[in-house]
């Protein structure tokens, strides 16, 4: 099932706007969001590899630094992903963590309760394009 507001054929960059003519009033996170994973779609469409990654946790400073290490480390070692933080229990539950923050990457539960070094990071993230 596709997030709201996009639709189920994408095929081109130029359906972003298209896609987002159903969202005034959302906040930059969703907006975000979106766009992540319009992108996400556009590249599985034409062969391209991305990782799904996601940030589990509620909000904290940990979480919080987690989250941005991670997207500074694909950034700079040029990394497709898809990132979504998940701040509901509920969804936290299917996991099985104990502790937030938690990293999944590509729906692999990676890491749980702590900040994981740079460099397994790293790691799991280029085996997630592999």
């Given at each position: 099932m596709l997030p709201y507001?996009?639709?189920?054929?994408?095929?081109?960059?130029?359906?972003?706007?298209?896609?987002?003519?159903?969202?005034?009033?959302?906040?930059?996170?969703?907006?975000?969001?979106?766009?992540?994973?319009?992108?996400?779609l556009i590249k599985a469409q034409s062969g391209e590899k991305m990782i799904s990654v996601k940030i589990l946790g509620s909000g904290c400073k940990k979480c919080q630094t987690l989250e941005a290490k991670v997207k500074d480390l694909a950034a700079v070692n040029k990394i497709d992903a898809v990132f979504e933080k998940v701040t509901d229990i509920s969804e936290m539950m299917h996991y099985g963590i104990m502790m937030t923050p938690a990293l999944v990457v590509n729906e692999k539960v990676k890491s749980f309760g702590i900040i994981p070094k740079d460099e397994q990071i790293l790691n799991w993230l280029k085996e997630g394009v592999n």
């Amino acid at each position: 099932m596709l997030p709201y507001g996009l639709n189920k054929n994408i095929s081109k960059r130029a359906s972003v706007k298209n896609n987002f003519q159903n969202i005034q009033g959302r906040d930059a996170n969703h907006i975000t969001y979106l766009v992540n994973v319009n992108d996400f779609l556009i590249k599985a469409q034409s062969g391209e590899k991305m990782i799904s990654v996601k940030i589990l946790g509620s909000g904290c400073k940990k979480c919080q630094t987690l989250e941005a290490k991670v997207k500074d480390l694909a950034a700079v070692n040029k990394i497709d992903a898809v990132f979504e933080k998940v701040t509901d229990i509920s969804e936290m539950m299917h996991y099985g963590i104990m502790m937030t923050p938690a990293l999944v990457v590509n729906e692999k539960v990676k890491s749980f309760g702590i900040i994981p070094k740079d460099e397994q990071i790293l790691n799991w993230l280029k085996e997630g394009v592999n």
